[in-house]
Each structure stands twice: as structure tokens, then as C-alpha cells.
């Protein structure tokens, strides 16, 4: 059975701690895509008007994020240059962080992963996991040996990344059933256009992870639609 991730897209702080409150006695782990209004035209917390505060306190210490004794948290990080801020969601505590392939440089990705990568990260012993996410239109033949150095990648089920609701892009199906016949081992984890009727067919490609936002929070019973989706 894949793992189900509720996904937060969050204006602002009170949105994580309502929505993570919600699904916390159900779920161990969430999802909260961070949006700086520059990789993808879409902005949520820390870079909306006021979020700046929250952020900042829990970067001190002084705060910590919503449910942080039972849940962990994934970030994924739909911002230009995500090198720079890496650390940042290293700090709030992270247990694994998601970077766009087409968000940064080669020479800033090497670097990166020469910290945090799957193999030879200095930085490994944080128990901080690394994802890549790339998107239909991503040749994974062009990818070669990257991917070892992910713990996981995450294939977007979108065109337009950044905000929920989007149609399924089809393409993605057969991205996914690509990545599991070259990398077996691999842990396939699909965002965007996830519900009740594309999930079995995405775990029928080969996909572990299943992150669902709008189709999940935006139902009138969240954990029924939760048992629904876990019970597929």
C-alpha cells in the first residue's frame, strides 16, 4: 500500500497548524510546498505578506512547527536557487526536502548533494532525505546517475506547479512505470492531480508515495477521504 502525504499549500502559518491538527492522529508525515513567487508564480508561507515572523521563530528556536511531536514534516521547496535556503528546512526540522530539477544549477545541485546526497553526503547523519522532482516532460534516460543520489523522486501528476487543484497530466503514469523499470529500488513518490480515481493507477505504475492536497482538504470529511484513499 503507498503511503498517502496530505499536502499543505499554506498562505500563511494558522493554514499549516489547522490543516496538520486535522490529519495528525491519522497520518506520521505532511507535506507543506513552499512558494516563492519566482520559480512558480504562486507565493505561500514564509514568502507572503506577515509569514516572515513565524518563520523566523522557529528558525530561532523560540516556536516549533504545528504537531511537531507526532508528525514530520516534507518540504518541498518550489523556489529558484533552493540551495540558498536549503538549511533553512533543515533547521525547522525536516525529515526530507524536495528540490525541482529545473530550480537550480548543475554546479549548485553537485554541491548540494555533496552535503545532503544519498551517497557520500557529509551531512547524511541528519536523517534529513533528499527528493528530486521532475515533471512529464523530464527524459529520465538524460537523468543517468543522479538519481542514485536521491533518496527518493517525486514525479509531478501537473503542467502548472504551485497550486492545487490542477488536471492529472496522463504523461506521468508513464514516467512513473519509466523510473521503475531503470531503478527498481527506487522510492517513487507522485504530486499533483492525485485522487480517488488517478491513486490506483499510479500504484499500479509503480508509485510509493501518494501526496494529495485539494483532493483530500478540500471534501467535507478529510478522514474519510483519508480511509478512502488508504484502503485503495
Known sequence: ????????????FEEIEDKASRVAPYVTLVQVDICDGKFVPSTTWPYTKGSEESFKLILKEQAGMPQWDTLDY?????????????????????SRIIIHLTSVSHDSLAQLLSVYGKKGGYMSMFDVEIGLAITPDTDIKDLGELISQFHFVQVMGITKIGFQGQPFDSRAV???KSLRELHPEL?????GGVNLDTAKILVEAGADRLVVGSALFKTDNVIETLE?????
Open 187 to 191: 522510492i517513487i513518490s507522485v504530486d
Open 1 to 12: 500500500m503507498a503511503q498517502i502525504i496530505p499536502a499543505i499549500l499554506p498562505q500563511h
Open 228 to 232: 478512502a484513499f488508504e484502503s485503495l
Open 174 to 176: 508513464s514516467v512513473i
Open 74 to 94: 516534507e518540504f518541498d521547496l518550489m523556489v529558484s536557487e533552493p540551495e540558498k535556503v536549503f538549511e533553512h528546512y533543515v533547521s525547522l526540522g525536516a
